[in-house]
């Protein structure tokens, strides 16, 4: 398992008795990036076992409260727990003024620094083997983003065999060809690091919508992604409603999904008026086969 | 039943799997209020089957994340609802910064009003049948209040025999002399209201301390008071660090509960490092007999 991702909150705007608000947990290899952190989230953690302590990166997508609440708690109880660590949070210029402001009232002494950045369009995180990118979505008239989680270094399966015959020494040069770099060895033979290494399948690349209409631009930023995670706020029946709040319906979802030839399709942002997955699923499915409404505590590995 | 408390959050400076951060909730005739606002309370208030709409006033202690943070959701969702009823919320007055500072971001396009009230020593609010009155504790450096609930215009028995024998005309008279009011016959005879009513037996009050220390001020502000609710972070091992914190022990809360001849205690802001209720209640009960810890979800009926 390479990715972990987690799904903490499915609603849309207020919370109801089986969903709470926006947020999502990305487990990437010991830590935890959240994506939207809704009022509750720190509890939606301690509920799914993942320890807040772990928590590295949050991308808030936009800053309507739903979506942005949770942040405060989550910050007063890591400095109650002691926390030291650097917390990063990524989030749109107006989001990143609340939380400024929030921090000066609520703020109790502590150790840990939060560095908050602010979102533009393109990479904002490269880090040793992910980076993130936003990408500008249309939710009305305040600043709202999607965001890209990309795997850079994916490992090919490295044929122990062939190496030792080619007389390759173990140790860092066997590294350098796993990780996809060509090497030359004392006797000046170059060996192609596809010579000992099967290149990695895929990639995992997931996407996550945040709040907003349906786009062309989400279909460029999803190519072939492993998985989509789509605005869903409302079925197929409901669709000027849904573009005119800025949000998209369970077949707009689907139709983009498809045309992004991604793997597969979760459905969230749920609103309150739906008790059954029923009247999301049926067009959808039927124009993407693998779509899915995501449940809270929902965990979906990802290979 | 006049008055119905249920408990929406219990645990202290963080949340844990079984108790949620700290809330109460109130209900008296049809209108709901609540004393204070942890993380999560609206979700809390959806399980128990409260409805957020009808909640009037809102009474918060002090400005520590774990007692207000949960006001920005109660307020965006009643935006979202379509609320138009005025909300009133009483706070010290860094609070009311705090709220006044989040509503510019978080904001949607309403027709309800917030009213923010800074709050004082004394009586903050005198409604049609009861009142309440703030207190400041001792909880360090910040402004913190404890809060009395009382009821002013208990009803007795009404005895419809011996007002029929005297003479009393049925209607509004009947009313004044069961709102404990001597009334003026038309041929000139006084009745007293005692003459034809019961007086009720005790009218409610209950107090809640927020977070304090352990205060004689608590002592008199719960005077014969109906039920106590009191601060109890720790179990009496461990007062030292209890009263450096500003907090107070189970057996602090007992040991007031009984000098203040309270009918009830309840026990709340509880540290998540206790499991059981067990080191929390053995001493406590010792003291005073009628203590319980209070659990999330909790509801107590005051008659």
Redesign the interface.
């Known amino acids: 398992m390479k990715l972990k991702i987690t799904f903490l909150g499915t609603s849309a ?5 089986k969903r ?2 926006p947020a999502i947990a990305f487990q990437w290899k010991g830590k935890i990036m959240l994506f939207d952190a809704g ?2 989230v ?2 939606q953690m ?2 799914s076992g993942l320890s807040i302590l772990r928590v590295k990166q949050i991308f808030i997508t936009h ?4 979506h ?3 942040v ?2 989550l ?3 890591m400095a ?2 002691g926390r030291e660590s650097l917390l990063e949070i990524y989030a749109p210029r ?2 990143i ?2 939380i400024t ?2 921090i000066k ?2 703020g ?1 002494d502590s150790a840990f620094k939060v560095i908050l950045k602010q979102v533009h369009e393109g990479i904002i995180f490269e880090g040793e083997d992910y980076l993130v990118k936003a990408f500008k979505v249309d939710h009305g008239t305040l600043e709202a983003y999607g965001y890209v989680f990309e795997e850079t270094k994916a490992l090919g399966k490295f044929d122990v065999k062939k190496a030792e015959k080619l007389g390759i020494p173990k140790g860092p040069l066997w590294k350098m060809l796993q990780e996809g770099k060509d090497i030359v060895l004392e006797n000046g033979r170059i060996i192609r690091w596809r010579e000992v290494v099967v290149p990695p399948k895929h990639k995992v690349k997931v996407v996550y919508t945040g709040d907003t209409k349906p786009l062309e631009k989400t279909i460029e930023y999803s190519k072939d992604a492993t998985v989509l995670i789509h605005d869903s706020t409302f079925d197929h029946t409901l669709s000027k409603e849904a573009h005119e709040q800025g949000h998209s319906t369970s077949l707009d979802a689907a139709l983009i999904a498809k045309k992004a030839n991604v793997k597969s399709l979760f459905l969230t942002h749920i609103s309150a008026r739906y008790e059954s997955e029923k009247p999301l699923l049926e067009k959808a499915v039927e124009i993407f086969k693998n779509t899915y409404v995501a449940q809270d505590f929902m965990s979906v590995w990802v290979f």
Chains 1, 2 share one sequence.
């Open positions: 705007a207020v919370p109801t008795i709470s608000l009022e509750g720190q509890r301690l509920k800053s309507h409260g739903d942005v609440l949770g405060f708690g910050l007063h109880t109650m727990l107006d989001v003024e609340l402001s929030v009232y609520t109790r």
